[in-house]
């Protein structure tokens, strides 16, 4: 009998930590929606794990056949989103259809931000505010 997976099955990595598995060959799946276009790591795949909806946020019915478009399920991914929401939920998904080597990145985008590893812009003109971050 398959074991379902939870949030506490995720691997949390920190955004250093982050940094250094995309150095050594990882990939950045972003699971956010239009953040994404407004900034993102290098070289990031972006797979929007839900949707905003006149009737609120829904998740993307298609979320893990795009993921299979672009990721293998033995591929090493970092997931991650505008605060790390979003990408936990995703890599429990993600764990439950097969992905190994599923880690999510605390903090999300907005923690790479706010260490510097976005650039030189003001960190105003890359994160996007949402209720748990400022």
């Known amino acids: 009998m398959k074991t379902i997976k939870k949030s506490e099955d995720v ?3 920190d955004v250093y930590t982050a940094k ?3 150095t050594v060959g990882h990939q950045y ?3 956010r929606t239009e953040e994404f276009k ?3 790591v290098e070289n990031a795949a972006n797979v929007p794990y839900m949707f905003s909806t006149p009737d609120g946020r829904v998740r993307n019915p298609d979320f893990l056949a795009q993921v299979a478009a672009v990721c293998n399920k033995e591929d090493h991914l970092v997931v991650g989103c505008n605060s790390g929401g979003r990408s936990l939920r995703a ?3 993600l764990l439950n259809a097969g992905y190994k080597n599923v880690n999510n990145m605390e ?3 907005s923690a790479w931000v706010d ?3 976005a650039g030189d812009k003001p960190a105003e003109d890359l994160k996007t505010a949402c209720k748990f971050r400022p």
Do not use: N, Q
């Open 11 to 13: 691997a949390i990595v």
């Open 20 to 22: 250094g598995l995309l």
């Open 29 to 31: 799946l972003d699971v």
């Open 38 to 40: 407004k900034s993102h």
């Open 91 to 93: 890599c429990v998904d």
């Open 107 to 109: 903090g999300g985008y």
């Open 115 to 117: 260490k510097g590893f």
